[in-house]
């Protein structure tokens, strides 16, 4: 940075501007880390009950002095350009956001694995579905407002509201009143080592601990159980499948 730059009132436009976005992503990271802090001391459940209400005062903080800086109106806690939009351009942008997401996870896998190799970059993977699986159950329950114990139902529900629901493929099947099978047939990531010629990444530890955690976490009831994930041979119709039981 330049000497002469002691304040931001020193900074040009573009400078300004840049710290104006660096804010933001404190901000994100800040708030990540009063989560983690949270769930540390307290647990998961609890650091979950206490980010609903950080979140809803917080977001509406947040929001509606953005609202002022950048000149759009909030209505009912929306602003009112998403509200503008067409169905369609609303269903594209969550397909981007997903896409951001992933690009997001694979990004931070891939700083992991070059800096500290590829075991560490599996083990800080792993560990991370043990939070993001469990948080993104709550959030879908409180978006739908499934309640407490909303079933296979509710699981189903669920899974179609996931992050990866809007980029990859995926079915699910009833077995029985008691049972449903999930299968992801097309996965961004699969698929695209398999354009490139490559094999299959081994992304079954990983996926023990997602499945399970997001389905306990939608209902306690539910046991998940692995049909197969790479490095599992599987069949060409799909990359993975679980299995998730209801118990009486």
Known sequence: MDNE??????LNQEGLAR???????RTIVH?????????????????LDIMKKAHSDSYSVQM?????????????????????????KLLK??????????????????????????????R?????????????AWSIKQLLGL????????????LRFRMYARINVQSIIDED???????????????????KGLDDYPCKSAGIVEYSYFAESIDSRITTECIACPPDEHPEEWFCAWRFRLRE
């Not at 730059?5 to 020193?10: T, V």
């Not at 309640?147 to 669920?158: D, I, M, Q, Y």
Request: proline share 3%; with cysteine.
């Open 177 to 195: 009143e008691n049972t449903v099978v999930f299968q992801m047939n097309d996965c961004r990531v699969q698929s695209a080592r398999k354009r």
């Open 64 to 88: 509606n002095r953005l609202a002022r800086a950048f000149g759009f109106e909030m209505v009912d806690g929306v602003p009112k350009q998403l509200l503008n939009m067409s169905k369609e």
């Open 147 to 158: 309640g407490e114990h909303p079933g296979l139902e509710g699981l189903k529900k669920a």
């Open 124 to 136: 800080c993977n792993d560990s991370t579905w043990t939070r993001f699986s469990p948080f993104e």
């Open 31 to 47: 708030y990540t880390m009063w989560f983690l802090e949270v769930e540390h001391q307290l647990g998961m459940k609890k650091a």
């Open 93 to 122: 942008l969550t397909t981007d956001l997903g896409v951001n997401w992933l690009a997001n996870d694979g990004i931070w896998f891939q700083s992991v694995e070059f800096s500290r190799g590829m075991y560490d970059a599996k």
């Open 19 to 25: 710290y104006v976005l660096d804010m933001f992503h």
């Open 5 to 10: 730059i002691g304040s931001p009132e020193d």
